[in-house]
């Protein structure tokens, strides 16, 4: 590809898609058809590509690009191009051709609205069906998507709900993704969400997620209300059992008129929902160790227990008499219980006088002490799952033990994944069902749900006719700053080199280094250095430093 092709200058104005909500009415078909309201954009701050100072982009459509300074170059799909950090600066480069982009670097989709005309970040294969724009924070590229909330969807529904779900499921899942997105639109600052768990996990579009595309497409526009205005439609794996508040997670957080809490047997049923057990036998046996420690540590204190050894190996627990789990969380109707009540006989050791030896085992008598839960006792007993101490814990007495089983894999605020699959493969439930359960009071609304509205590649010179492009068109050489060179330094200028020709930049003084970029001719450069090798120089630009070979400079005298 040259630039022949595609270095061109254009003036655009770009108006905001702003979303709509209501509800649909019913009205006569028009004489003349319009087309639908596009759905809303969001902006996307992309972290899972964890880029540094370098980013190397593929693009998959047509794309206009804008640098700070107002420079437009249009490039078509399948074009490679880099942009490195350089001095608090953005630098493009492209083939032989480099450009000063300054603060800001701007990708918009020309000519195409499919979700495969985009770009990728490299090395990752995640395509981006939007616009990016790239900034500078902390030295590091900082990188913004743009997008139709219905594209943003592709990216989110198969990666937070397996693509192997029900459909009634999925499309659950794909109001609420669409909801919690369109809720967290922030007009004061320069994105509305994170591509993480912080958010939504987002990776972009993929061809192979075909029941998730069908979900999002069955629901295209469908939110979900509260009173006037959107809900804010959180979600997680499993509940437990039963369905949390916002504010019970979230302290700053009101619960609004969508929240209940609820009992879910869907998520318990589900064979799926991640659980924990811990047996613990009446008769004592094969307690967990750790388990044991807490219980003597709760009655080493007692008076009864003055005159036994303090040491694990004089302390056995006979028997457990009696289990009970005490003190919720919060009010009832919640049974987050964060305590353990453990009734059980204990025998002792006493140490021998003048001796190191202990005696035999005497029976001490019956205890009962409370264990807190959270964090000690699920982790004695191995109840926890993520470590968020917020596990719903039952109590089941059987013959010969005492089971204690833990759910809820996530906060477990609003809808529950697997009980959402449970409700739709085993009974049947709709995705209005499934929604209705966990959001009770939660009205479903139509916002606007039209695609993207993407300006043609157009050629940019046609309102304005300007000189005809050169056979071998060349960008802007470099600025180099003559001023506050460190001593010894001198200028110099590439001419050692034909007209048509570039003098490689490279990482290191040597021919096999690796290629920075391509230097053209009459560049001018700062020499900074002669190298041990005295062939090669350690050479900058305002924007790059590498190194060249001496014998293709002149100085400037």
């Not at 170059?73 to 953005?90: H, I, Q």
């Not at 002792?348 to 964090?375: C, I, N, W, Y």
């Amino acid at each position: 590809m040259t630039f022949r092709k595609i270095l061109a200058l254009c003036l655009c104005l770009m108006l905001p898609l702003l979303p709509t909500l209501g509800e649909s009415p019913a009205e006569e078909t028009p004489a003349v058809e319009t087309a639908a309201p596009a759905a809303p954009t969001v902006r996307v701050l992309l972290r899972r590509p964890a880029l540094t100072d370098r980013a190397d982009l593929l693009l998959t459509g047509d794309y206009l690009v804008i640098t700070a300074a107002g420079t437009r170059l249009n490039l078509p799909a399948g074009t490679e191009l880099t942009v490195l950090v350089r001095d608090n600066t953005l630098v493009l480069f492209l083939d032989d051709f480099s450009l000063d982009a300054g603060a800001s670097l701007n990708l918009l989709r020309r000519g195409s609205a499919a979700p495969t005309a985009g770009l990728t970040i490299q090395p990752r294969a995640d395509l981006y069906p939007g616009d990016l724009a790239l900034t500078i924070s902390g030295g590091m590229l900082r990188p913004v998507l743009t997008l139709s909330v219905e594209d943003y969807l592709v990216g989110v529904v198969p990666y937070e709900m397996s693509d192997s779900f029900p459909l009634e499921a999925l499309k659950a899942q794909a109001v609420c993704a669409r909801t919690y997105a369109l809720s967290r639109l922030n007009p004061s600052q320069d994105y509305d969400l994170v591509d993480t768990t912080d958010d939504q996990v987002f990776r972009g579009y993929s061809q192979a997620y075909v029941n998730a595309r069908r979900a999002i497409s069955e629901t295209a526009g469908l939110v979900l209300t509260s009173g006037d205005a959107l809900a804010v439609c959180y979600y997680s794996a499993s509940n437990g059992g039963q369905t949390e508040l916002p504010l019970h997670v979230w302290a700053d957080r009101e619960a609004p008129d969508c929240y209940a809490i609820t009992e879910d047997p869907y998520d318990v049923e589900n064979p799926d929902s991640l659980t924990r057990h811990a047996i613990l036998r009446k008769d004592g046996a094969d307690l967990p160790e750790a388990f044991v420690a807490l219980l003597r540590e709760a009655v080493w204190a007692s008076p009864r227990m003055e005159n036994y050894a303090k040491t694990p190996e004089a302390f056995r627990v006979n028997a457990l008499s009696a289990l009970a789990l005490k003190t919720p969380r919060f009010d009832a109707p919640s049974r987050l219980m964060t305590q353990l009540e453990v009734t059980f006989q204990v025998s002792a050791r006493q140490q021998l006088v003048a001796s190191s030896e202990l005696s035999e085992f005497f029976p001490v008598g019956a205890f009962t002490v409370t264990l807190d839960l959270f964090p000690a006792g699920v982790d004695a007993l191995g109840l926890s799952i993520a470590g968020a101490n917020n596990e719903i814990i039952t109590l089941e007495e059987q013959e010969e033990s005492y089971r204690l089983t833990s759910g809820r894999f996530g906060h477990g605020v609003g809808m529950s994944q697997r009980g959402a699959q449970w409700m739709a493969g085993q009974y049947g439930k709709t995705f209005q069902e499934i929604l209705a359960f966990y959001y009770p009071g939660g009205v479903l609304k139509q916002a606007a749900s039209g695609p993207t509205q993407v300006p043609p590649m157009e050629s940019l010179l046609a309102d304005t006719p300007g000189p005809a492009a050169s056979p071998t068109p060349r960008p802007t050489l470099m600025p180099v700053s003559g001023e506050d060179l460190p001593a010894g330094a001198w200028l110099a200028s590439v001419e050692g080199i034909a007209d048509d020709s570039t003098l490689n930049l490279r990482a290191e003084p040597s021919q096999s280094a690796p290629v920075i970029m391509r230097l053209y001719k009459h560049q001018l450069l700062a020499v900074l250095e002669v190298c041990d090798d005295p062939l090669w120089v350690r050479v900058r630009t305002d924007s790059v430093e590498g190194y060249v070979m001496v014998s293709f400079l002149e100085k400037v005298e």
